[in-house]
């Protein structure tokens, strides 16, 4: 992968160069130009580091760099002068010769191989008229109103979910094709790019309740449109326009679908337009990921229910925000048991809701403290969608504190293989790292998820306690700082301030960012948890035990996540009051 295509923009011929020369380069080395932990660090080098340099003669090393330059501009700038460049390696010390052979046999077999390659394989695909593999690019906005971006979303994620459930069709996940959001669409470049053998592309456009969507669906080896359809509907009628168009899409790849895959595409879903579009706002607030968001997001989930009260989807959503809110918004006690009974709900209506079970799971994990039944959840989510990259990244955030850190590592990798490109698994990685006090990796990790979603103010605050733990102090208050840019009451952000101001032995700003936190909690919920760990870095144990205790009795997720593994807690593990207090979690000694 290219840096541009790493980064979602145009890509050309340039890329297979890069392509090629990492190729190259490991054929050279016998090791990978570009490497990490995980894949976010592998793509943060891409696009932000240099290989080592080359044992090779200096002009097969300047052929391979200029293959690998990070601007397109900079590289070869077609095959034909590369492979002219490989013949023409030669210098005057005869123990060249065999790097001059080694170059030639590159440059005539991988050129010649790779194009008969293609070619074989691009008519043995166009001769098969069956399509395995599609992508759903995110709907263009042609509208200046701010209701046409919810629209969008929730249409093109809706379609994404509806394909997905279609055996034996890989549907690539919504955050892959995200980047492509409002650029141009070269359809055929764009398969490559994805690895797909159709997109569907359209655009929506709305005035007042007057909505225009048109879609296209092409198959992009021969660049042949399978279908195209322009709908002119009122708003109401969004509903029947996503089930209309996943109901085409569905019946152009499948020649027949079967009464059991019919029902699979509206399975858990709503036959009511205003419930609809109420469960599309509830996910569009949901996903800002924000005080204000999670607020409105409640507000119409609920809305929806209210109209459709067998709304499968709504109750998982309901769950979803509920959990994201505990301990930060809400009390646990208040968001752990509606969390569970909107998860067990959703079960009731679909059984098969993969992203229903990860709920029950995560609130069977971080209220009721139920490891055995968290653990099934997570097992029979994963069962249902392999590749559901939050269920592996939530399992994740199990093992950890259950002390099963190769297991965590190992289910925090397969969240990026099902979703290299999802904000939670490229956190996923570095958060775990964290949780296993892997501090150099974690830093490389949260860089490169930070580049990918730097409005995901989580990175932020995981790469802060990682700053914080190999002593880089100014750069751990930077990132919490940053942090909070993007959610300014964010309780958490503020401990992990307060925890560093502590460190690094400036307690005015310590204590003020508790007389903070103490004034939010006058008109908000605060953890005790994020209040313990300031004092745990002020290195007050008793008011540190005080505030875990108290986190203790309102069943904090922190206790069942974080505080088994807070290496910000290292001062208190002498007391016996903290092996005491982890007994009475429940977690393993």
Same mark, same amino acid.
């Given at each position: 992968m290219s840096p541009e295509q790493a980064e979602g923009k145009t890509a050309d011929a340039r890329s297979d160069i890069f392509s090629f020369g990492t190729v190259l380069y490991e054929m050279l080395s016998g090791r990978r130009a570009f490497s990490g932990g995980s894949a976010a660090a592998v793509i943060g080098a891409i696009v932000l580091k240099e290989p080592e340099p080359l044992n090779a003669p200096p002009a097969l090393d300047a052929i391979v760099r200029k293959c690998l330059a990070k601007p397109p501009e900079g590289r070869f700038q077609t095959a034909s002068n590369l492979r002219a460049a490989l013949e023409g390696v030669s210098t005057q010390d005869g123990s060249a010769i065999k790097w001059q052979s080694v170059a030639r046999a590159i440059a005539?077999?991988?050129?010649?191989?790779?194009?008969?390659?293609?070619?074989?394989?691009?008519?043995?695909?166009?001769?098969?008229?069956?399509?395995?593999?599609?992508?759903?690019l995110p709907l263009e906005i042609r509208s200046n109103d701010p209701d046409a971006e919810f629209i969008s979303d929730g249409i093109t994620e809706s379609i994404n979910n509806s394909l997905a459930q279609l055996p034996n069709l890989k549907v690539i996940p919504l955050s892959v094709a995200l980047p492509y959001k409002g650029k141009a669409t070269d359809v055929q470049k764009i398969g490559e790019d994805l690895g797909v053998q159709a997109v569907l592309t359209g655009h929506i456009g709305q005035r007042g309740d007057d909505l225009t969507v048109g879609v296209g669906l092409d198959d992009v080896r021969d660049r042949k449109q399978l279908w195209g359809e322009q709908y002119h509907r009122k708003l109401a009628d969004l509903l029947n326009i996503q089930s209309d168009i996943a109901k085409e899409v569905s019946q152009r790849l499948r020649s027949q679908l079967s009464a059991a895959d019919q029902k699979k595409l509206t399975k858990?879903?709503?036959?009511?337009?205003?419930?609809?579009?109420?469960?599309?706002?509830?996910?569009?607030y949901t996903n800002k990921f924000t005080k204000d968001g999670f607020s409105k997001g409640l507000d119409y989930f609920n809305q929806a229910i209210v109209v459709d009260p067998n709304y499968g989807l709504a109750y998982t959503g309901l769950a979803y925000n509920y959990i994201n809110q505990q301990d930060w918004y809400i009390r646990p006690n208040e968001a752990g048991p509606r969390a569970r009974e909107a998860a067990k709900r959703a079960l009731a209506i679909d059984e098969s809701d993969a992203d229903a079970h990860v709920a029950l799971a995560i609130a069977s994990q971080w209220y009721e403290w139920d490891w055995p039944v968290a653990e099934r959840e997570f097992k029979r989510a994963i069962e249902l969608n392999?590749?559901?990259?939050?269920?592996?990244?939530?399992?994740?955030?199990?093992?950890?504190?259950? %002390?099963?850190?190769? !297991? @965590?590592?190992?289910?925090?990798?397969?969240?990026?293989?099902?979703?290299?490109?999802?904000?939670?698994?490229?956190?996923?990685?570095?958060?775990?790292?964290?949780f296993t006090h892997q501090w150099d990796q974690a830093i490389e990790q949260l860089l490169a998820a930070k580049e990918l979603a730097p409005a995901f103010w989580f990175n932020s605050c995981f790469?802060?306690?990682?700053?914080?733990?190999? %002593?880089?102090?100014? !750069? @751990?208050?930077a990132e919490f700082k940053s942090a909070l840019e993007l959610d300014k009451d964010n309780t958490e952000i503020l401990s992990g301030l307060g925890d560093a101001y502590a460190v690094a032995g400036n307690k005015t700003e310590a204590q003020k960012v508790l007389d903070?936190?103490?004034?939010l909690s006058e008109h908000g919920y605060v953890s005790p948890y994020s209040l313990a760990v300031i004092y745990a870095g002020l290195k007050e144990k008793d008011q540190a035990f005080a505030w875990l205790e108290r986190a203790f009795n309102e069943r904090s997720y922190f206790m069942a996540v974080y505080f088994p593994t807070d290496a910000r807690l290292d001062t208190l593990h002498a007391d016996p009051r903290f092996a005491a207090l982890k007994r009475r979690v429940g977690l393993p000694e």
């Open positions: 005539v077999s991988l050129l010649v191989i790779g194009c008969v390659a293609a070619v074989v394989i691009y008519r043995k695909e166009s001769r098969n008229g069956h399509i395995d593999s599609i992508a759903v858990g879903s709503t036959d009511s337009p205003e419930a609809y579009q109420l469960y599309l706002k509830g996910k569009y392999p590749n559901n990259a939050e269920a592996h990244s939530y399992y994740a955030w199990f093992l950890a504190p259950m %002390g099963r850190k190769d !297991e @965590a590592v190992a289910e925090a990798k397969r969240a990026l293989q099902a979703d290299p490109f999802s904000p939670l698994a490229n956190f996923a990685g570095g958060s775990v790292s964290v790469l802060g306690r990682a700053y914080e733990q190999v %002593g880089k102090m100014p !750069e @751990a208050i903070q936190l103490r004034g």
